[in-house]
């Protein structure tokens, strides 16, 4: 099957842009792209690319779906406070609720031109079913290609930790169960639809004996490391008290820094831990409207970029980052660099080359995905940006990312139309957000039938999570 893209404007992220060019793809896969008219190619399907800006498809590195269920919570609450508040009612998800939120949550994504993306669940209550296969079968159903991390947490609060016990997994049970899901469903193929990795929480939620034994799993597999790191200041209090040692400093001693690992978050870095994560190639996913509304700090963003190490985005979970599309945290992105550094601190194609590029390094798939190339996977979007309002900018990838996110002309995985025209063409656009309201209906019920009030404890404002 051949599908031709014309005239269109074509920032490929890796090589030089083309004014009005095209792209040919055969299969899953880009065959060709350059400047001018198309080649003639019998048979193909053709989509004018008039007034659009062809870019790889957006890559997402930080999620938890199942978070659609419960958004605008604790809304003035710290991380620490926040998860305190959440973790009893996310204790009372089920697979239904999961399945709900990812739909929602997947469709939003690739309405956002995001072709790839990774979620961490790291929830897993006894007896609410099969969490992990509800999320994955919704990645099938929209479409997008998906880097499902399972996620475990074994530290609750008997043990020192952040999260009650009710929501903690034994280190035994969370090790057989990610075995498992490797088993079950990661594909490492060059074309593969979903790739599995292995996430503990976070060092307040995860015993460092679940962090060596995962990072032995992983490596033992050959699949990816995760987890969330130097989110907060009291986060990095906690490492010290507890392991005497800062967030980094704790990774390091735990065989956690390496090519094959990227960290959620990195805000709160020394200039020596920005060091090690170069030194190591360990990557980081930065999600700035997540940290922005849980007050957490500005990543080194920057500064992590000139000194050679990876950065990709992410939209973190939508209970902390809401509705924010993933194509919108490149202007968040570079809006806070600029705030912190000044206006050279982040360009507007620094900040496509870290929701593009960066996103397909930290999942180690930088040869499949991740700019337009020859012999890549056909993962695009076209942003028409000829509106009446958006054709003033004369500099397309300054509009995509300086203003509003354009709309869609079309969103392709693997050469296979996922958007079109602003609509998803892979699932029923309304019932998939239909469905994520009432997976936050149903968790609210089920939070409640086990006697965890959400309306008290976390609809008000964080006076109410302090305790
Ligand atoms: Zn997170």
């Known amino acids: 099957m051949s599908v031709l893209i014309e005239n269109v404007y074509v920032a490929p992220v890796a090589g030089p842009e083309i004014e009005s060019g095209y792209i040919r793809i055969e299969g899953d896969r880009i065959a060709e792209l350059g400047a001018g008219p198309a080649p003639a190619v019998p048979g193909a399907s053709r989509i004018d690319g008039t007034g659009c800006l062809a870019t790889p498809g957006l890559v997402n590195t930080h999620h938890h779906l199942y978070q659609w269920a419960s958004q ?153 490391l995760h987890t969330h790191l130097a989110e907060t200041l009291d986060e990095d209090e906690h490492c010290l008290r507890e392991f005497g040692l800062r967030p980094v400093d704790y990774m390091e001693k735990l065989g956690w820094l390496g090519p094959d690992v990227w960290f959620a978050h990195a805000v709160h870095l020394s200039d020596a831990d920005i060091g090690k994560l170069v030194a190591t190639g360990t990557g980081s996913a930065h999600c700035p409207s997540s940290n922005g509304r849980l007050g957490a700090g500005i990543a080194r963003v920057s500064e992590l970029l000139r000194r050679g190490a990876n950065v990709g985005l992410g939209v973190d979970g939508n209970a902390s980052s809401e509705l924010t599309p993933l194509a919108g945290e490149m202007r968040q992105a570079l809006l806070f660099q600029r705030a912190r550094y000044g206006p050279e601190a982040l360009t507007a194609r620094q900040a496509l080359e870290l929701a593009t590029l960066g996103g397909a390094r930290n999942l180690g798939r930088e040869g499949e995905l991740g700019s337009l190339e020859p012999g890549k996977l056909a993962d695009l979007a076209l942003w028409r940006v000829d509106g009446p309002y958006t054709a003033a900018v004369a500099d397309p990838v300054c509009a995509l990312v300086f203003g509003p996110v354009p709309p869609l002309a079309r969103v392709l995985v693997g050469g296979r139309t996922v958007v079109a025209d602003g609509e998803l063409k892979t699932v029923a656009q309304d019932a998939a957000g239909r469905a994520g309201a009432a997976a936050h209906r149903r968790l609210m019920r089920l939070a409640e039938e086990r006697g965890i009030t959400a309306a008290k404890e976390v609809h008000q404002d964080h006076g109410d999570a302090r305790t």
């Open 72 to 224: 605008g919570l604790a809304q003035d609450a710290t991380l620490f406070e926040w998860l305190v508040a959440l973790y009893r009612v996310w204790a009372a998800m089920d697979a239904e609720v999961v399945k709900g939120a990812a739909q929602a949550g997947l469709s939003w994504l690739a309405l956002s031109g995001c072709t790839t993306s990774s979620d961490h669940h790291y929830v897993f209550p006894k007896g609410r079913g099969d969490l992990l296969a509800a999320e994955i079968e919704a990645a099938r159903e929209v479409g997008l290609r998906f880097h499902p991390a399972r996620g475990s947490m074994d530290r609750g609060e008997s043990k020192g930790g952040l999260p009650p016990d009710v929501v903690v997994e034994e280190l035994d049970d969370i090790l057989a169960a990610t075995a498992e899901a490797v088993d079950a469903y990661h594909d490492p193929s060059f074309s593969s639809m979903l790739r599995v990795v292995v996430a503990p929480c976070s060092p307040f939620s995860a015993s460092a004996e679940l962090m060596t034994e995962s990072a032995a799993l992983a490596r033992a597999k050959g699949v990816r």
